[in-house]
């Protein structure tokens, strides 16, 4: 009743043993008992995964289900109605004896996909004031778990934020995506014949690299150490905070619960802090540099592990306590700012760029006049109105041509700086050094891809905000209702164990640590990502990451370090040289285009590959489009450049929350809802008044040269 047979994947040189059964011919004996383990929930000890298959109706923006798979570890079962899914659920849960204290954990890798299928098919569990055991992100639309009956289903895009492809390869697992065997502007329906050797192999890997993920993943890291399944990947991390913060006396937990609890802002500064000091990376390119091919002699640097870093080593604001206004001064002092946090609210009167780069992202502006803007950052103005940490106003003074008589100040808060605990040091430590030792044996294992992971989700717990607003499913009505949090801030805040301004104050630095770069290497900085930097003549300019790379080391021969071996630590932090750069375009933040000298498999020669990084499109699809046409890829890649369908490699989603039944081809197509992917053109289109900006600078440019700017009491 089995069916096995072998497919040979020719691309990946690699052979795949399938073991499967249509439902149809689906008898219970072909179920075999799984023992029970116990993580706060008893689940069978099985990878157990779901996915479907849809097409599109023609002319119609909805979809339907013609195939669903589902995985008992290396066995496959596949069915083609969503009754016979229903029969199948009903009989796993007869044999598994399963209810809410048994349970069956199912994977999907974008489980929100799948779910604008079932949601209606399938009787949630009823928790909390009758609403449904749904858990949603605040996108009500992003549901990442939901349990029904024993079967409790999770989301592992949550808890890895990576591609099933991805997936695959990062965690070694035995199978792998297979992609471009399946046509899906082919409208298939529930009696269309799959193919054995093209069909079936696409659609049951994806569901047999989760299961090989459960047990390489998820039953070693969690259900093995008695550690509860976390629904995302800041959730790994948090819940082991939690751990290390636990492990503490309990006076030493109080104690440092009631000082978190007293340097927590208020809910107005709160508010202020979360909408306008909770700014990103600095990623940007310089105007005078934009638009333009540059070529050779061309570097990239990156510093290592940025955040973490900065975690490790620097001071921290606690509690914050209004002050003078007229003390704002003392923020630009570099003694005094090295032991003393400050933000406030300024009013800045005739800023302009020094030509280097803009700075200050228009959404954290809080009034402005007679603004120009630099790609969304603001190059001029007559007058803002603006909120700043002492990191960024420094950043200003070294970005923007300012006086201190057109600065005035009306609130200033002041905090003493403090190292950040030890509770919270220790889990980037062990990350790190877990990381670090791994990579030295095997930078391609499954383990190594965690402790990356985990180490960079530490700085996405710290930054996480408080959720005033709850999405809670009404089966009823088949929708998300959004509705106020039950507890008060005060209640909210009073089991805190981490505060915001950490992570504000953390991106500051590496911030700083970006725009003092770019200051000292005056025109030659061209494009900055958050915490590294491309820039021209870098061979004249090494200097200046070796001078900051020498001060790293005698930070990091300090800074504490717990019980682990300090020479793991040595190179953390510094500016690490990434690459040679032969050719190099931006079009603005996102958008940039370079070459640098890699091997290539193919040709088994060192050759110059292309690299494209542009905000919503697809890797890969920019070099496939100028392949494809035959064009120069520095040429095309320009203002107005259109990929259409068949090249833009790029999706949205359409949903119908409504019952449909159609009539198509012969056949009746029904749904109770669906998602729709849909394949939309990708165009760049850059705003006139930047070009003009741009323009402008040039010129500026060709009759000035800008000078390395060096303000030696703020750097």
Same mark, same amino acid.
């Given at each position: ?96 004896? +399963? ?67 991805? +997936? ?65 990947? =800041? ?57 333009? +091919? ?184 088949? =929708? ?106 931006? +079009? ?128």
């Amino acid at each position: 009743m089995i069916r096995m047979f072998e497919y040979y994947d020719e691309k990946r040189d690699e052979k795949y043993l399938y073991k499967y059964i249509n439902f149809s011919e689906f008898e219970q004996s072909d179920l075999v008992y799984f023992p029970i383990a116990k993580v706060k929930k008893n689940y069978y000890d099985i990878g157990a995964a779901f996915d479907i298959e849809t097409s599109k109706i023609p002319g119609y923006r909805l979809s339907f289900m013609y195939v669903w798979q589902f995985a008992l570890n290396d066995l496959c079962i596949i069915g083609r109605t969503w009754e016979e899914f229903s029969e199948f659920l009903d009989l796993l849960r007869k044999f598994y004896k +399963l209810d809410q204290k048994h349970i069956l954990l199912v994977l999907d890798h974008n489980f929100s996909f799948e779910w604008q299928f079932i949601k209606k098919r399938i009787e949630w569990d009823e928790g909390q004031k009758g609403f449904a055991k749904v858990f949603a992100l605040e996108d009500s639309r992003k549901v990442i778990k939901a349990e029904a009956a024993g079967i409790e289903f999770r989301d592992t895009l949550a808890l890895t934020n990576i591609s099933l492809e991805k +997936l695959a390869i990062k965690y070694q697992l035995k199978y792998k995506k297979l992609t471009g065997d399946l046509d899906y502007s082919i409208t298939r329906y529930s009696d269309t014949e799959l193919d054995e050797q093209r069909d079936l192999p696409y659609m049951l890997n994806d569901v047999l690299i989760l299961t090989d993920f459960y047990h390489k993943f998820i039953k070693k890291f969690f259900i093995d150490q008695g550690i509860k399944i976390p629904l995302t990947s =800041t959730g790994i991390v948090r819940d082991e905070l939690k751990r290390s913060f636990n492990n503490l006396p309990k006076l030493e937990r109080e104690a440092i619960k009631n000082e978190i609890s007293k340097c927590f802002p208020d809910f107005k500064l709160y508010e202020i802090m979360q909408k306008y000091l909770m700014r990103g990376g600095l990623v940007h390119s310089a105007p005078g540099n934009t638009d333009d +091919l540059i070529l050779f002699f061309m570097g990239g640097f990156d510093k290592k592990s940025a955040y973490p870093w900065e975690y490790l080593s620097n001071l921290f604001p606690w509690e914050f306590v209004e002050t003078m206004p007229a003390n704002w001064i003392h923020m630009l002092d570099k003694k005094a700012t090295k032991k003393e946090a400050y933000f406030g609210h300024f009013t800045i009167k005739n800023i302009k760029s020094r030509g280097i780069i803009s700075y200050e992202t228009q959404n954290k502006i809080e009034e402005y006049s007679g603004a120009v803007w630099d790609n969304g950052r603001l190059y001029e103005a007559k007058e803002i109105r603006v909120w700043l940490t002492e990191a960024d106003l420094i950043n200003y003074f070294l970005c923007y041509d300012l006086k201190v008589e057109d600065i005035s100040c009306d609130k200033l808060y002041k905090s003493i700086k403090k190292p950040l605990p030890n509770y919270l040091k220790d889990i980037i430590l062990k990350y790190y050094i877990l990381k670090e030792k791994i990579g030295k044996i095997d930078r391609n294992s499954g383990e190594y891809a965690k402790a990356k992971s985990d180490l960079n989700q530490i700085h996405g717990m710290i930054c996480t905000a408080l959720y005033f607003k709850e999405n809670r499913y009404n089966s009823k009505t088949g =929708t998300f209702e959004s509705r106020d949090s039950e507890k008060s801030y005060n209640e909210l805040i009073n089991n805190q164990i981490l505060l915001p301004q950490w992570s504000i104050w953390c991106m500051a630095y590496v911030r700083a640590e970006i725009v003092s770069f770019f200051a000292k290497c005056g025109g030659d900085g061209l494009y900055s990502d958050t915490d590294s930097i491309k820039l021209k003549n870098y061979l004249n300019n090494t200097y200046i990451f070796e001078d900051y790379n020498r001060r790293v080391e005698r930070i990091n021969k300090k800074m504490y370090v717990g019980n682990y071996d300090r020479s793991y630590f040595m190179e953390c932090g510094k500016m690490i040289f990434e690459n040679k750069l032969y050719k190099f375009k931006t +079009l603005g933040a996102k958008r940039y285009l370079y070459s640098c000298a890699e091997y290539d498999k193919e040709s088994q020669k060192i050759r110059l590959i292309n690299h494209t990084t542009v905000s919503g499109m697809k890797k890969g699809a920019f070099e496939k489009y100028t392949k494809k046409e035959n064009v120069d890829i520095y040429s095309a890649f320009k203002d107005g450049l259109i990929l259409d369908l068949s090249s833009s490699m790029k999706l949205t989603s359409f949903y119908c929350d409504k019952e449909f039944e159609i009539e198509y081809d012969g056949h009746i197509i029904k749904e109770l809802s669906c998602v729709t992917l849909a394949e939309i053109p990708f165009k760049i289109n850059i705003k006139n008044d930047y070009l003009r900006l741009i323009e402008e600078i040039k010129k500026l440019n060709q009759n000035k040269l800008v000078q390395k700017t060096y303000i030696n009491s703020l750097i």
